[in-house]
């Protein structure tokens, strides 16, 4: 009884993963776990929740070019994915900086625009099938190299977050107080928006570009439902990144689903529970919620 | 010599002059209350002095490093649905002297304890920010100032939306962090609270400075409050 069980778990959870594309697989989308969620739970914090999806359109032009110069390699497409990335970002802020724009319209007409226009690119020189690829990933092919990349950029997001960590915290909830101690916050916000291009570079292979933001915001916005701390967020979205990312890539496995579909939708679906079912702020905490007596002492 | 001197300031917000030829010093180890009209240019002197907004003409003179510097704004832009707590945000106070990559040890711990406990708000160290009344979050912001080790403390309105037993709790710490040495400028609107607070009073008019002793607020005789506390006021050789 207990062999066949744990047979069967065998089959269904650890031997996919003896195949070296389902592990190379698993390695990325471990190292993706671990960087992006804290950046979708500081993004989650500040209100700029649809930021990464925004940023997500705009890297796609750059690796479109890249696509267009060195055809399909890893390297050159996540280089110029980041470049525009992070063009479009300071595009954006200098527009409303110089013109008076409000920033979120400024970012919204630059992010369109590199939509647009990476769309454009990628149907000049390809077919729909390298369009498919860009925009949703294919994270069963990812070799050696991306596996590299990925694996390189994550660690060195999870390094530069730990720096500016406590600036961050402290630019989010009083901007003021970091401006009394003679830190721009604007540098730190910079800092932290070229994080978040950069991990939609490194999850761009695995995931495509419009999926790799799922990674970074579902696991954050889930966390939210079981914790009111901010490292239990921390803790608590990495967590739920990693379960969604195997559980999607054996989901993928065994029922032929595309991964990256597979794994967002997995993430999704922890979301819906915990909206209905979480400690706080869930459909049945509000319905649970009594008001606590006084004091027992305050008889009358 | 003071540490803090205005000489022949000019400030100016969105190209209109709202105050000119400031000229004189903040006493060290002295609280002095800033009062005017609204519009007088109170926080815009608040904010030139803290750095953040340059002169047209003149310059203020600090030798209080920026670090020790701290600056509570009337409506402070803290974001309460940040999952924080009183003793985190306290915390934070120590990054002058601690620097923003450091963990805290347990002598921080302690020293926050204790100026929990001074500020009456022990009990709440686990609470969130967003649950805290105005009183309550007043005292957990002077905490950090405290923590901070402030030499130079700018306040604008600070027992606005406050109770009456904050008030008093507070104006104590803010006597004690005096007698120790700090610089410590107040905007207030109560004349009662300035009387008993303010050893010094700079008063914003018509885009002029007038520094004044608080006594010319209260009368001789009865002790009582010399003029209706209400603004804008005139003053013996003003006009």
């Known amino acids: 009884m207990l062999e066949s069980f744990l047979s069967l778990i065998h089959t269904w959870l650890i031997a996919p993963f003896s195949y070296s594309f389902m592990e190379r697989a698993l390695v990325a989308s471990m190292a993706l776990s671990l960087a992006a969620p804290p950046l979708g739970v500081f993004l989650m914090l500040r209100g700029m929740s649809l930021i990464g999806d925004a940023m997500s359109h705009a890297i796609l032009p750059g690796v479109a070019l890249g696509f267009l110069l060195a055809g399909f390699s890893l390297p050159a497409m996540s280089l110029g994915g980041m470049l525009s990335g992070l063009l479009v970002a300071v595009m954006a802020g200098s527009v409303s900086q110089l013109t008076g724009h409000r920033e979120d319209s400024a970012m919204a007409s630059f992010f369109l625009i590199s939509l647009a226009g990476g769309v454009m690119l990628v149907s000049l020189g390809g077919s729909s099938v390298d369009l498919t690829h860009v925009l949703f990933g294919s994270i069963l092919a990812v070799d050696s190299t991306a596996l590299l990349l990925i694996a390189a950029i994550s660690t ?9 960590f406590r600036a961050l915290v402290v630019e989010c909830l009083d901007p003021l107080f970091l401006r009394g101690q003679g830190i721009k916050g604007g540098m730190v916000h910079g800092v932290f928006l070229g994080l978040v291009v950069l991990n939609l570079t490194a999850g761009f292979q695995t995931l495509g570009t419009l999926m790799a933001v799922g990674l970074m915001m579902l696991p954050a916005t889930t966390a939210r439902f079981w ?4 490292e239990g967020l921390m803790v608590l979205s990495v967590l739920i990144a990693l379960v969604a990312s195997s559980g999607g890539l054996l989901l993928s496995y065994h029922l032929s689903l595309p991964s990256g579909p597979a794994i967002i939708l997995l993430a999704g679906c922890a979301y819906l529970l915990s909206a209905l079912f979480g400690r706080h702020h869930s459909l049945t905490a509000r319905l649970r919620r009594r008001a606590t007596p006084l004091s027992n002492s305050l008889d009358h | 010599m003071s540490r803090l001197q205005l000489k022949d300031l000019q400030l100016a917000r969105g190209g209109r002059t709202v105050l000119e030829h400031l000229e004189g010093h903040f006493q060290d ?16 002197l608040i904010q030139a002095i803290m750095g953040t907004l340059t002169p ?10 920026a670090v020790r510097r701290a600056w509570l704004p009337q409506q402070l832009a803290l974001d309460l649905s940040f999952p924080m707590s009183v003793e985190e945000l306290i915390m934070t106070g120590t990054w002058p002297s601690h620097g923003a990559f450091l963990g805290y040890c347990g002598a921080h711990y302690r020293r926050g304890r204790d100026i929990m406990q001074r500020l009456g708000i022990s009990h709440l160290a686990h609470r969130p920010l967003g649950e805290l009344s105005g009183g309550q979050r007043q005292r957990a912001l002077i905490g950090r100032t405290l923590m901070q080790e402030a ?10 939306n406050v109770d009456i037993d904050t008030v008093e709790v507070l104006m104590d710490v803010l006597r004690e962090m005096a007698s120790e040495g700090a610089t410590i400028i107040v905007v207030l609107h109560d004349m009662e609270q300035l009387a008993r607070l303010a050893d010094d009073v700079l008063i914003l008019t018509e885009g002029h400075g007038r520094w004044a002793s608080p006594d010319i607020l209260v009368d001789r005789h009865t002790g009582q409050l010399s003029r209706p506390p209400r603004l804008p006021l005139t003053f013996p050789g003003s006009v």
Do not use: M
């Not at chain 2, 003409?57 to 030798?63: A, F, M």
């Not at chain 2, 306040?155 to 606005?160: S, V």
């Open chain 1, 156 to 164: 060195l997001i999870v390094i530069i977050l730990a720096v500016i």
């Open chain 1, 227 to 230: 914790s009111t701390r901010l």
């Open chain 2, 29 to 44: 180890a002295a609280i002095t209350a800033l009062i005017g009209a609204n519009g007088a240019g109170k926080s815009t």
């Open chain 2, 56 to 65: 047209v003409n003149g310059h203020i003179e600090c030798q209080v490093p």
């Open chain 2, 151 to 160: 030499e130079l403390l700018l306040l604008d309105e600070p027992f606005a």
